[in-house]
Nanobody, 119 residues
Framework: QVQLVESGGGLVQPGGSLKLSCVASGRIFSNIFSIYTMAWYRQTPGKQREVVATITSGGTTNYVDFVKGRFTISRDNAKNTVYLQMNSLEPEDTAVYYC?????????WGRGTQVTVSS
């Protein structure tokens, strides 16, 4: 019913940039993707998945403190897609990044996309 496919990750040097994409598909999104608040989450080994940024149906965004000023979340409702522009990346940003609804995530998560920040 719900498919979330993240992409755009990779290996980047500190200070570099990446843009992540997440395409949502499935019957539940048919013509109503725009009503959902969506979020980007990230997870590192041994830690719980945490919210990084959210975007409401109206386009209001929110960020956790450690990415404010560096990351930008956006969405294209016509494409059922959420983006995360990440600038000034730091080694601490290394993680697997996922997207999902917020605050009540769908049970089905995508595979995520690995972001590695290293020199």
């Amino acid at each position: 019913q719900v498919q979330l496919v993240e992409s755009g990750g990779g290996l980047v040097q500190p200070g570099g940039s990446l843009k992540l994409s997440c395409v949502a598909s499935g019957r539940i999104f048919s013509n109503i993707f725009s009503i959902y608040t969506m979020a980007w989450y990230r997870q590192t080994p041994g830690k719980q998945r945490e919210v990084v940024a959210t975007i409401t149906s109206g386009g209001t965004t929110n960020y956790v403190d450690f990415v404010k000023g560096r990351f930008t979340i956006s969405r294209d409702n016509a494409k059922n897609t959420v983006y995360l522009q990440m600038n000034s990346l730091e080694p601490e940003d290394t993680a697997v990044y996922y997207c999902n609804r917020n605050p009540l995530a769908f049970d089905s998560w995508g595979r995520g996309t690995q972001v590695t920040v290293s020199s």
